[in-house]
Structure formats: C-alpha cells, structure tokens
C-alpha cells in the first residue's frame, strides 16, 4: 500500500559564507610603552655608534689659544725661539703675544699677517684637518698651500706638504692622473749613405 504525502522534501540551505574580520586590537599600555623605550635605546645606541664611527673618520681638531700655547711650551724649538725673541724685540719676523709665538708675513706689500707659530707636535694635526677631512677634500699641493699659508707658519711648511699629500695612501689610490702618458721613443733608422738624414737646429 502506497501512501501519498502532500510534503515535499525540504531544499538544502546553504549556510552564509564568513568573512574573517580583523579583530579588534587590544593594545597594552605597558606593553607599548617598554617598546617605544625600546626602540628609542635602540635609536639612541645607533647614533652613538654612527656618532663614534664619524669621530673617528671624521676627526675634528683643537686648535684654540690654550692648546697652541701649551704645545709652544712643550717644544724646544719654539721656546728657544720665543726667548731669542723676548731678549730682543727688534726681531721684525717674530713676535710674542701673551707667551705665544706669532710669526710676521708681509702681504700685499705693507699688510703684516700674525700667523700662529705652530710647533712640531701640531703639524700631524693640523695636515690632517686640512688635508685629509672630507670638507678638505684631499686637495693638492698647491691648493692645500693656499689654504695653510694665511692661518699657520712653521719650517719648511712646503716641503712638508709635498711629503704628506705624496705619502697620502687615499691620493695614491684614488686621485686620477689629468696629464697624458708619457709616450714611447720611436728611433730613427740608421742612414746608409751619407746626406741622407739631415738635422737642423733651429
């Protein structure tokens, strides 16, 4: 016996797709504030290690009046000097100034410079502020004269920039030579006869 029923199977539903949502970000008050103390020592300890890596690249020199009178009292060159100078005052070149050596340039015919008579343990220094700092910009011979000539005298000032800049590794390495090379000699053959090859001096 076949029973016939009015109900009909029921569709299937399908369920509504999720979407994932961000959840909601609870933030630690402690928490952010140990890592922006983080962050801040570890900025902190990157510009001082920056800091201390520029010192030594970059070194900066002292060359005030108490350094350049201390190092004048230390040398015996220049204490020597400066007595030679104290004895007599007629002494045109030189002149002494609070118990600091000054020595006298004419420029421009009358004009006298005073320029700071700089002793033997200063001169490292002072080459290296001038020559090999980069806002120096390991300039040549000449240019770095120019620089030194109107602020510092010592001995024999340009024999001792040439045997710096040329003992100079970084000039050695990097500067480009502007001059064409040398070229190579080309001998004249030989003549078999005589009158052949005739030379004249102008």
């Known amino acids: 016996m076949t029973t016939i029923t009015d109900k009909q199977p029921k569709e299937a539903t399908l369920a509504p797709s999720r979407q994932l949502r961000p959840r909601n970000k609870v933030e630690n008050p402690q928490l952010s504030s140990n890592s922006s103390l983080l962050s801040s020592k570890t900025t902190t300890t990157i510009q001082q290690s920056s800091s201390d ?11 005030d009046i108490t350094t350049l009178k201390y190092e004048q009292q230390k040398d015996k060159t220049t204490q020597d000097l400066t007595e030679q100078v104290k004895k007599n005052p007629t ?23 005073k320029l700071p008579f700089i ?3 200063m001169i490292p220094n002072v080459m290296a502020a001038y020559h090999d700092h980069p806002s120096s910009g390991h300039f040549g011979i000449k240019r770095t004269l120019y620089k030194l000539k109107d602020r510092y005298f010592w001995p024999n000032i340009m024999s001792t920039i040439t045997n710096y800049i040329r003992s100079c590794h970084q000039c050695a390495k990097f500067n ?9 000699l080309h001998p004249i053959t030989p003549p078999d006869g005589i009158f052949e090859v005739i030379g004249m001096d102008f």
């Open 53 to 63: 890596s520029i010192a030594q690249t970059n070194p900066m020199f002292d060359f």
């Open 119 to 121: 002793p033997q343990s």
């Open 176 to 184: 480009i030579r502007r001059r064409k090379l040398p070229g190579k």
């Open 91 to 113: 002494i045109a070149s030189y002149d002494v100034i609070d118990d600091v050596l000054y020595k006298l340039i004419s420029r421009d015919g009358a004009k006298h410079i």
